[in-house]
Structures are given as structure tokens and as C-alpha cells.
């Protein structure tokens, strides 16, 4: 029978089949997948085949994993060369960030949203926490959302805690699978309990942010949404690490700078010193934002080049 998989927990996977019915599953033997070294060879949204190990206690036996048609990874926050793959078979990806408490950077949004051009699969940021912001947040709000728009990405604004702005996002959720991640304490879980109460999903109990970036979610997890679509709530990340990131392609994942590269004079252009670069010239112009090129500069400085 074949499945998809709702969480992973290690070594048992929970599967639900056509029928949706649940099993707890496991892989047996050596698996080989794709040529990806990854810490999780089956992650969450993976559609898999699998055997009846035992029909009272509900197991079964992972025995091939059907290919995939994107998935989102990140550097293991343990192992610096080894992969960790998120999820797979995604709509969408959609970051929560929040200008307080804690405050996501813009850095962070921008490594995130190279990590879903790099896998092409849309991206969306919603700032979480509104009732918290005063008027240099809502300024700064107002900034990030003409600077995202500009170059294709939906920003919203919302409130959990107030029940505000929801509905958008709700609509950009429905029959769609999408993918929730951000920082740790930013509100993912407390979302979803809002647009699925009946889940009642484990939330930071303390009032607001404790600071101490905890996290209450500890598995990425899979939920049928009551209105159409599946949503994936995953544990809080600190640092998005970029995986198979090469400096001459990092332009390519920046819209507004894929749409220029052909007009530099150097074809292996990297935008930082070369005589004819259009990108250069488009941030002098502020054609291209300021901040967006000093996040490019930044993720490029960060790139380690395998030297042969
Ligand atoms: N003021 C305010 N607090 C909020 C809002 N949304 C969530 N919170 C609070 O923020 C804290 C963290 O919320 P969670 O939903 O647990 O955050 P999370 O993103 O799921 O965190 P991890 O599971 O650790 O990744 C909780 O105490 C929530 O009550 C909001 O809109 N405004
Ligand atoms: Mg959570
Ligand atoms: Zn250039």
C-alpha cells in the first residue's frame, strides 16, 4: 500500500495511507535514496510504499520511498556537511517572523528565501505579533513588505494573539500543502491552533517570548487542515544553513538579480568588484534595494568553495 508521511520521529515513521488510516512505520535494511547524504533518508511529506508488519499494533515496513517532486534542506545544525531534509512534496513554504519578541532578522528571511528558489518552491512571509509593534515596527514592517512585493513574495501581517489578519492567510493556505517554519517562539504552533483549534497543539505556555528561544515544537508534524490543504509545523530553527550553495549561482536565487545577470560584462560576474556589472549599477540606481544586496554579499561571504 502507499502513504504519506505525517512525522518522523527518529527511526519510526507515522504514515497514513489512501484509507487514512495511521500506521507507525519503520524502514528495514539499507535504503538508498537519490544521491542525497542526508541525516533523515524519509522526511515528512515523502509519499511511500509500504508492507503490514503487524495489523492489531498498526506497523509496517517502509519499502520504497516514490520520488520526490521538491523538498527543502538545510545544513544539520549538528553536522556541518551533512543535510537535513525538512520536508518534501511541498505547495509552498511560508516563514513566520516577527519584528519582536523575538526579532527575525532580515538576513535570516533572506537565507531562507534563497533556500526555497534554490528547491523552487513559492515563498511566502508572514510577520506574527502584531500587537506587539509600535510605530517603528510597523515602519519597518511597512518597508519589508514594499521591498518583498517588489521583487514577488507575499508578506502579511497578523496577529495570533488578536485574531488579526488571519483570514488571508488562511485563503493563501487552502488546498495547498504548505510548509511553516521561522525562528523558535515566533507563534507557528499558536497559529495553527487558531485555524484548527480542535488540534489544541503544545504551545510556550508562558505569556509572550521567555527569551530563552526553547522549543516547544520538537518534530516537524503534518496536519490535515479542516478547510482543504495540509499544513507542516516544524520545530523552531535558529540559522538557516544553505546546502550546495555554489557563490557563482547565488545571484540566480535572488529574482531581482536573475533578471539582470545577463547585462554584466563578465558572464562569471559575482557583483562585488567587476568593471559592467548591472547589479551594481541597479543597487546604485536603488532599482535593486540596499539591504537585499548587503544579504547577497553576506550569503556569498558565507559560502565555502570546495577547493580541488
Ligand atoms: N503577543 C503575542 N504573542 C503571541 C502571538 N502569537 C503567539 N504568541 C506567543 O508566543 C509564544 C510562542 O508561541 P508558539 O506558538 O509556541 O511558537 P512556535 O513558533 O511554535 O515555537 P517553537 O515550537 O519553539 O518553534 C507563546 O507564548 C504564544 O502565546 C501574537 O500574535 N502576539
Ligand atoms: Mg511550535
Ligand atoms: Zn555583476
Known amino acids: 500500500m502507499q502513504g504519506v508521511v505525517y512525522k518522523s520521529t527518529g527511526s519510526w515513521y507515522t504514515v497514513k495511507n489512501q484509507a487514512g488510516h495511521i500506521y507507525n512505520a519503520r524502514i528495514k535494511g539499507i535504503f538508498k535514496i537519490d544521491e542525497i547524504t542526508s541525516t533523515n533518508p524519509i522526511a515528512v511529506g515523502d509519499k511511500v510504499k509500504m508492507e503490514l508488519e503487524n495489523e492489531i499494533e498498526n506497523t509496517a515496513t517502509i519499502t520504497e520511498i516514490l520520488s520526490r517532486k521538491n523538498y527543502v534542506n538545510r545544513q544539520s545544525p549538528r553536522q556541518k556537511h551533512q543535510h537535513h531534509i525538512i ?3 511541498l505547495d509552498q513554504s511560508i516563514l513566520f517572523a516577527t519584528l519582536k519578541e523575538p526579532r527575525t532578522s532580515q538576513g535570516f528571511i533572506d537565507r531562507f528565501l534563497v533556500a526555497c528558489e534554490m528547491f523552487h518552491v513559492p515563498a511566502a512571509v508572514v510577520f506574527n505579533k502584531a500587537d506587539l509593534y509600535r510605530k517603528k515596527e510597523e515602519q519597518r514592517y511597512e518597508e519589508l513588505k514594499q521591498m518583498y512585493e517588489q521583487i514577488g513574495y507575499k508578506t502579511f501581517l497578523v496577529s495570533v494573539e488578536k485574531q488579526t489578519g488571519i483570514e488571508e492567510v488562511k485563503e493563501l493556505l487552502t488546498s495547498k500543502i504548505s510548509l ?19 488540534l489544541s497543539l503544545k504551545t510556550q505556555d508562558v505569556s509572550g517570548w521567555s527569551g530563552k528561544g526553547l ?25 538557516f544553513g544553505l546546502v550546495d550553495l555554489s557563490k557563482q549561482e547565488l545571484s540566480h536565487y535572488f529574482p531581482e538579480m536573475r533578471e539582470r545577470i545577463n547585462d554584466c560584462q563578465f558572464n562569471n560576474c559575482l557583483h562585488i568588484n567587476e568593471p559592467g556589472c548591472a547589479i551594481k549599477k541597479a543597487v546604485e540606481n536603488e532599482e535593486i534595494n540596499i539591504d537585499r544586496y548587503v544579504s547577497y554579499c ?11
Open 87 to 89: 520536508a518534501a512534496n
Open 298 to 308: 553576506n550569503i556569498l561571504d558565507s559560502i565555502e568553495e570546495t577547493k580541488y
Open 215 to 239: 522549543h516547544t515544537t520538537t518534530f516537524a508534524e503534518m496536519y490535515d487542515l479542516p478547510f482543504g490543504g495540509k499544513i507542516i509545523d516544524t520545530p523552531g530553527m535558529r540559522e
Open 180 to 198: 511553516l517554519s521561522g525562528h523558535s517562539g515566533v507563534g507557528k504552533s499558536s497559529f495553527i491552533n487558531i485555524i484548527y483549534p480542535e
